[in-house]
């Protein structure tokens, strides 16, 4: 199991952005969580795709923020390239909020800065699948989702979506995250758990030897805190994690659980706590 999760946390540093080597798990400086697809696997028909960025920003207590996108077909970022469309191919720029800058404090609100920013739409280009094998078409193309969150100009982070295009019958849809436990702020010690969240599917895919095969989804939770400190902040769904607050309980706190099933789709909650 510590190979797979480890493995995953790679993959979400990748696609996420994260910001640092510091306690994967702590909310401070500006993070990217997540970013949602509504649709994480489409077809090649010009499909539209909804992106919403889940951010957090509690040391900086909320700022203006500008988002610049630029989206193509993978050009070897998954292969340890630069994240960069430079040299990908059916580029394009996508304007974000309508080129104007985001508030984060209006926006997520509170005193905790964490929360779902502005969503964006995009129309993906069509002939993606154009020349590939039917093994690659099956299989699917990454259409990367470049976002470029910057405050005065200089860049933050960069986060990747990617977008899966495929010719596969039966696409993948996001996960639906269960319910969280009840959190309070009246104990040291806070068990972390979700109940009843989707369960994993089965998907058809072309192995390297050309048959077609069956696998199951990977179901994992990834927790994060403003407070505290959390063990094993990636499991599986169906393994509790620990919150662990000091002798001193904070007035408040914010919890942030994402459900991912390692084909791109997620689920998020954020859950206020005071």
């Known amino acids: 199991m510590k190979v797979l999760i480890l493995s995953c946390v790679f993959l979400s540093l990748l ?11 702590k ?12 649709t994480p696997e489409v077809n090649d028909t010009n499909a539209v795709v909804t992106l919403t960025p889940i951010v957090s920003d509690i040391s900086n207590q909320g700022r203006e923020v500008t988002v610049t996108i630029n989206a193509c077909v993978d050009p070897g970022v998954s292969r340890g390239a630069d ?8 580029t394009q720029d996508v304007v974000y909020n309508s080129g104007n800058a985001v508030d ?13 920013m502005p969503n964006v739409s995009l129309t993906l280009p069509s002939e993606i699948l154009a020349e590939k094998t039917v093994f690659e078409q099956y299989n699917g193309v990454d259409y990367l989702v470049i976002f470029d969150f910057k405050f005065g100009g200089e ?13 596969r019958p039966i696409k993948n849809s996001n996960p639906v995250l269960g319910t ?5 702020l009246s104990s040291s010690e806070q068990v972390l758990e979700v109940e009843n969240s989707s369960s994993k599917e089965t998907f058809d895919f072309y192995s390297l030897s050309g048959n ?24 599986y769904v169906n393994e509790n994690s620990e919150l ?5 309980l904070p007035s408040e706190a914010v919890v942030v659980v994402l459900l991912r099933d390692g084909r791109g789709g997620v689920d998020y909650e954020v859950v206020f706590i005071n």
């Open 15 to 25: 696609s996420c952005g994260d910001d640092g080597f510091k306690k994967y798990e």
């Open 104 to 116: 984060l404090n209006a926006t997520l609100g509170a005193t905790l800065y964490t929360g779902a």
């Open 27 to 38: 909310l401070e400086e500006f993070r990217v969580l997540g970013i949602v697809a509504d």
């Open 180 to 184: 969280v436990g009840g959190l309070s």
């Open 83 to 90: 994240v960069s469309c430079e040299g990908g191919k059916l």
């Open 155 to 167: 860049s933050l982070v960069k986060s990747i979506k990617r977008i899966r295009i495929s010719s």
């Open 212 to 235: 077609l095969e069956q696998k199951d989804e990977v179901m994992y939770l990834t927790w994060f805190t403003s407070s505290g400190e959390i063990n094993n902040s990636q499991v």
């Open 244 to 248: 662990s607050f000091d002798s001193s």
